[in-house]
């Protein structure tokens, strides 16, 4: 099957990697071209726009950073639709507004084009050991045929529902959970070191009892680590809470917890954390305190 690939960054780049690796002919193209090399090495073919990587493949993915940029691939000038072969299939696994994808969507369909929405969760991590999860929203016959490619990229592959979007909203309903697990876990762990009391013990017994996640288990190693290399950058982390606040204001649904935690990922980007890791959530909460451990990292 041919593929295309749009968007070699962070993770999109460790994801068509995979499905080179998996034996998929993979068509790509990327705004900057020095993101092309790797999968050029890997056996990727190299497109001048999306229309080129629309018209030369089946199935075209896109890993963009946000709606404006998948509106752009998929319906901008030379884009995704100006090159789609009939019964082509778009799939757009970036995070964006369940809102913007069905807008996206039913653009599409006016021009003979089925989109997927498809985000991913597992970060940079997940991407490269193609254990992502992948959770889908699209007509269930697409969804079938592009298996294959999820399988290549993932490790937990659900098809949501039909409607337009599914995906997206799983996606808001992930990003609430680890948003605000996230500044929990700092704030806990800060009051861990505020009180003089061993870290790496305390994450140690909390992971013995209700407490206990995959949160607790991957990004409290981390913060006890010291850990806070970019695997989801803090200012995606903060459009993504932005994402869930608009729908929910669109809803008319509560969103309280995940208002909170929305603000302290902007604290973030104020504090010049935008570029580090979520889980530099507690440097925020060490600066709040007056951390001497801030001090010496010259925060």
């Known amino acids: 099957m041919e593929t295309g690939f749009i968007g070699l960054g962070l993770m999109g780049r460790p994801m068509a990697l995979n499905l080179l690796r998996a034996g998929h002919r993979v068509r790509v193209w990327s705004r900057r071209e020095a993101s092309l090399e790797p999968l050029l090495e890997a056996g990727a073919s190299a497109c001048r726009n999306a229309r080129e990587v629309a018209a030369s493949s089946e199935i075209v993915i896109s890993m963009v950073a946000d709606a404006p940029d998948v509106e752009?691939?998929?319906?901008?000038?030379?884009?995704v639709a100006d090159g789609a072969r009939p019964d082509a299939i778009f799939i757009d696994?970036?995070?964006i507004a369940p809102s913007a994808a069905r807008s996206i969507s039913a653009r599409l369909a006016e021009r003979g084009v089925c989109m997927l929405d498809a985000p991913v969760s597992g970060g940079e991590a997940g991407a490269i050991a193609g254990t992502l999860t992948i959770m889908v929203?699209?007509?269930?016959?697409?969804?079938?045929?592009?298996?294959?490619?999820?399988?290549?990229m993932g490790g937990k592959i659900t098809h949501i529902d039909e409607k337009?979007?599914?995906?997206?909203?799983?996606?808001?309903?992930?990003?609430?959970?680890?948003?605000?697990?996230?500044?929990?876990?700092?704030?806990?762990?800060?009051?861990?070191?505020?009180?003089?009391?061993?870290?790496?013990?305390?994450?140690q017994v909390l992971m013995g009892g209700l407490a206990n996640s995959r949160i607790l288990e991957n990004h409290g190693q981390r913060m006890v680590a010291r850990d806070f290399a970019p695997g989801f950058k803090s200012w995606m982390h903060l459009k993504d809470m932005r994402i869930v606040l608009s729908e929910g204001h669109a809803l008319h649904v509560p969103l309280p917890t995940a208002a909170a935690a929305a603000q302290l990922y902007s604290a973030m980007l104020g504090s010049g954390l935008g570029e580090e890791d979520s889980v530099a959530m507690l440097k925020l909460f060490e600066s709040m305190s007056g951390s001497s451990e801030m001090r010496e990292e010259g925060q």
């Open 72 to 79: 752009k691939v998929a319906l901008g000038s030379d884009g």
């Open 93 to 95: 696994m970036s995070t």
């Open 137 to 152: 929203g699209g007509p269930e016959a697409a969804f079938r045929k592009a298996l294959p490619l999820f399988e290549a």
């Open 164 to 203: 337009p979007g599914a995906g997206q909203v799983a996606k808001a309903c992930n990003q609430v959970i680890t948003g605000v697990g996230v500044a929990s876990l700092a704030e806990a762990l800060n009051f861990a070191r505020s009180s003089g009391v061993d870290l790496a013990a305390v994450r």
